[in-house]
């Protein structure tokens, strides 16, 4: 008998470092959370980690679940996509929402969705395993993949315990749009919508150019920053967090000198609604002069959308370089 309804997905809290204890560590996917549920007559029901039922939205990955997953059977785990590059391509998940069910099987031939699968919460064997520690729901995970085809649409993550070899794919897995290490207490239960898992990201220190700020001269809650790319177009990449305090002061002049912004400025004076967060409404800004260097601490980039997915960390405000010193496009160096 499955679990009552979807239930609420457990959580990971942002770190900066990798915490001590005996941890499991998992590469963090770029994509939606999704809970997949096999109930006792095979029928397969894919939730959003709001929720929502999806299965219409991507029936290719529903019908491979249920190929392989017994019924009786709650797993947890992230719906991807992989571009022929090897990348990770987030835009084609956002597609299929946007397409609706209309679209689906249409686009689930052109490009198929994956299902990577991370923990279960309930077999038909076993009943409900969410009491249990990781290491044994993983014992479990490894006994209902043991026959998964390696080249189908529903696959285990990789897990391991060896702190050396997660650092080493913090290293170089963010090139195929992996986002970070999600790192798990080995003993820790399931505890759904509770953020006893931890996540950590990987980040670089680059250059943009503020174009613009969010807020007022003495507390602006974000820069707007960009970058030239090869076409020679300045464009927006990215937004920033709130500054430090001690940043504000030296800022604050910093903007006032370049405001207002000249009439041939190259971006819009609004943002798009939901550009940078879930906001419904075009995000009304200031615009500066288009020349003020900042340096910035950001992560996965989208080369489709041509920006940082993420807010950015304003680190500094460079006044001794020119917009010329900032890297093209979305390179880092």
Do not use: C
């Not at 956002?94 to 990577?116: D, F, I, N, S």
């Not at 991370?118 to 249990?132: I, K, P, W, Y």
């Not at 696959?155 to 290293?171: F, H, K, S, Y």
């Amino acid at each position: 008998m499955l679990i009552a309804g979807p239930v609420s997905p457990m959580l990971a809290a942002t770190v900066d470092r990798i915490p001590d204890g005996r941890m499991a560590f998992e590469p963090k996917w770029d994509g939606f959370r999704v809970q997949v549920r096999v109930g006792p007559d095979g029928r397969v029901e894919l939730y959003s980690r709001a929720l929502a039922r999806l299965t219409a939205l991507f029936p290719e990955t529903a019908a491979a679940v249920g190929r392989l997953v017994p019924p009786g059977t709650v797993l947890d785990g992230e719906l991807v996509r992989w571009a022929p590059t090897g990348r990770l391509d987030f835009e084609v998940l956002q597609q299929r929402l946007r397409g609706g069910t209309g679209r689906a099987a249409a686009q689930a031939r052109e490009r198929p969705v994956h299902v990577v699968v991370f923990d279960v919460l309930e077999t038909a064997g076993e009943g409900d395993v969410r009491g249990l520690p990781l290491q044994q729901r993983r014992r479990i995970l490894e006994g209902l993949f043991a026959d998964a085809p390696p080249d189908g649409l529903v696959v285990l993550t990789p897990q391991t315990v060896d702190r050396g070899e997660a650092e080493l794919w913090l290293e170089v897995l963010t090139s195929q749009g992996i986002e970070g290490l999600v790192i798990k207490p080995l003993d820790g239960a399931y505890l759904p919508g509770r953020r006893r898992w931890f996540k950590l990201k990987r980040r670089w220190t680059t250059l943009a150019v503020a174009g613009g700020f969010l807020g007022s001269f003495d507390a602006p809650t974000g820069l707007v920053i960009g970058r030239v790319f090869p076409d020679g177009r300045m464009r927006i990449t990215g937004r920033t967090s709130a500054p430090a305090q001690p940043l504000r002061r030296g800022l604050a002049a910093e903007l006032a000198a370049r405001f207002p912004a000249p009439p041939e400025h190259p971006w819009p004076d609004r943002l798009a609604p939901n550009w940078h967060g879930e906001q419904p409404e075009p995000i009304l800004y200031h615009r500066i002069r288009p020349d003020l260097v900042v340096e910035v601490s950001v992560d996965v980039a989208t080369e489709r959308d041509r920006r940082w997915r993420h807010l950015a960390r304003l680190l500094d405000v460079r006044g001794d370089l020119d917009p010329a010193d900032v890297p093209r496009g979305l390179d880092l160096e």
